[in-house]
């Protein structure tokens, strides 16, 4: 195909800050350039862009099916939350106290009570939970939202940091701890698979130290990953709240005994964060690698003429091909664009990420074949000629080989970048090698700021795989029964 004017000035492919020296200016690139966001008017606040909302909602939908699995059913609840409410869970409040923004005025006329724009919901969910049950009948109560909140961010980074963000935050309610507690770890599991399955993003999960913990949980629980800079993110959270909110909200019911009981609650979150996890996890130098699954495009064709008698011929082949992919459930685009080279769609795809690209020339045409490109094998060793034939299962096994590549790819490179550390030396070393750390530790809150004070590293979690061993604190040398991951984090 003969490109007729010049593409835009923009380098698509190239110029993208070096990953290996400038990670934090490469993921702005790749965010910015393969067009998933971009800084709204307002500071610390993001538009996500079709392409991006496209990814988002491949994310959902996977999600939203994951949760209806286990019985979880959608609801909506108001942006705003009377002051009133929020004050009466005391601990949550003052977590949330320096991130919350408010209402004061309404139109024109100064408000008797402020509203708080929702940092999280539990203080106006709570409240109507408490309407809704009466009895131990009326349990377990399992809910889900999916909306966007409020947090005032200091440092905003598109997707990893944001003032407003979308998620999904899951609200459950229980007749016992015992209950809420298996609800807990039942959503942890939930978020652990979407993101090794459909995300291709290995992870760790385990529990929070009381210092890491939700403002006003019994226990956090969290799906720990690491990045492409050796930096981990919390890519998911589910909070045991055991009945203290119950009590802050009068979420009573009656018991099988009919005696007053409170009700023992959960909450549980994923956010738009995740997409920066991926993005830092499989991406690099060209740009985004998009997991299959989740990918918004799994395949762009890209036809190729030199001459104008060839177009004909060319188009119809690209026409069946995708005629017999978009009917076997293949995303599937076609690229036909007149006014830009066949390289230049090559390095734009690259750039965001597309799996799998199909390439359509008048060769290919006399053969009834194709040629295959995939994303996460550059060059020569990614590329075969597919028969159309059988094209279709050919594709389906490319995209999952993908979809494991990645994910091994992601795992081998945190097992190759986590170490056990006996020695306070060792665990310095390790974290300014920007590796997970493997320690014991005593479970002092002051041991754990001073490893934060003298590294920058924080406790990520006590991940539930334990060895069967136990140890020396490696700061103060008191007894250990558990290894704990510490790392620099998003």
């Known amino acids: 195909m003969v490109a007729t004017e010049k593409p835009g000035s923009r380098d698509t492919g190239q110029g993208l800050a070096n990953r290996e020296t400038d990670f934090p200016g490469w993921y702005n690139d790749v965010v910015m350039r393969a067009e998933l966001a971009e800084d709204a008017p307002v500071r610390g606040c993001m538009v996500v862009r079709p392409y991006g909302y496209a990814l988002w909602e491949n994310m959902v939908a996977n999600l939203d099916r994951r949760f209806k699995d286990t019985d979880v059913v959608n609801a909506a609840f108001p942006l705003l939350i009377p002051q009133s409410f929020l004050l009466k869970e005391a601990e949550h409040v003052e977590g949330f106290a320096p991130e919350v923004a408010w209402v004061t005025v309404g139109g024109s006329e100064e408000l008797q009570e402020p509203l708080a724009v929702r940092p999280t919901s539990e203080a106006i969910i709570g409240p109507i939970m408490s309407r809704w049950i009466q009895s131990y009948r009326d349990l377990p109560v399992l809910l889900n939202q999916w909306c966007s909140v409020f947090r ?106 009919n005696e007053r009981q409170f009700a023992w609650t959960t909450s549980w979150g994923m956010s738009t964060r995740v997409i920066g996890g991926a993005i830092m996890v499989h991406g690099d130098q060209k740009g985004l690698i998009m997991p299959p699954r989740v990918a918004p495009h799994q395949v762009v064709v890209i036809p190729i003429w030199r001459k104008d008698e060839e177009k004909t011929d060319v188009m119809e082949m690209v026409g069946r091909v995708f005629t017999i992919l978009k009917k076997a459930g293949v995303r599937v685009k076609v690229d036909a664009a007149e006014h830009k080279s066949p390289g230049w769609k090559f390095n734009e795809w690259e750039l965001k990420g597309v799996p799998l690209r199909i390439e359509i020339g008048p060769r290919d045409v006399q053969n009834s074949s194709v040629m295959v490109a995939r994303r996460d094998r550059p060059g020569k060793e990614g590329k075969e000629i597919v028969g159309v034939d059988i094209l279709t299962q050919r594709v389906a096994d490319l995209l999952e080989e993908i979809q494991n590549s ?83 984090a998003y």
């Not at 609200?171 to 291709?200: D, K």
């Not at 006996?422 to 005593?442: G, H, M, P």
């Open 152 to 257: 005032w961010e200091k440092r905003p980074r598109l997707f990893l940091r944001t003032a407003e963000f979308w998620w999904q935050e899951g609200h459950t309610a229980h007749a016992t701890e015992q209950e809420a507690e298996e609800r807990t770890r039942m959503m942890l599991e939930v978020y652990r698979a979407f993101l090794e399955e459909e995300m291709a993003i290995p992870v760790i999960p385990g529990l929070k130290s009381e210092g890491q913990k939700f403002p006003g949980a019994l226990r956090t629980y969290t799906v720990e990953a690491m990045m492409g800079d050796g930096k981990a993110l919390q890519a998911g959270t589910s909070h045991n709240l055991g009945d203290h909110f119950a009590r802050a909200y009068d979420l009573i019911f009656l018991d099988e005994r």
């Open 406 to 488: 990645l994910y091994q790819r992601a795992l081998d490179f945190r097992e190759a970048n986590t170490r056990h550390a006996s020695t306070y030396d060792e665990l310095k070393q390790a974290v300014d090698d920007r590796q997970f750390v493997d320690i014991f530790w005593c479970g002092d809150p002051a041991c754990e700021a001073k490893i934060k004070e003298d590294t920058r590293a924080t406790n990520r979690c006590m991940p539930l795989d334990q060895p069967d061993d136990t140890g020396k604190c490696i700061v103060c040398g008191g007894e250990s029964e558990a290894h704990w991951i510490f790392a620099r």
